[in-house]
């Protein structure tokens, strides 16, 4: 029986590691305003 919970439990971690992995993406650009400057310290939330 313990031998079952530990086999279920590397499951599970590969399973969730493995679903974060492809849930993270990295954007990059250029924030600009209406006169097309770069704005300084901008920051975007998704």
């Known amino acids: 029986m313990k031998?079952?919970?530990i086999?279920?439990?590397m499951v599970?971690?590969?399973l969730?590691?493995?679903l974060t992995?492809?849930?993270?993406?990295t954007v990059k650009g250029t924030v600009k305003?209406?006169?097309g400057q770069g704005v300084v310290?901008?920051?975007v939330f998704v």
Do not use: I
């Open 33 to 35: 305003d209406a006169a």
């Open 16 to 18: 969730a590691s493995g």
């Open 12 to 14: 599970v971690a590969l």
């Open 7 to 9: 086999r279920v439990s």
């Open 21 to 25: 992995a492809y849930a993270q993406t």
């Open 41 to 43: 310290g901008a920051s």
């Open 3 to 5: 031998n079952l919970l």
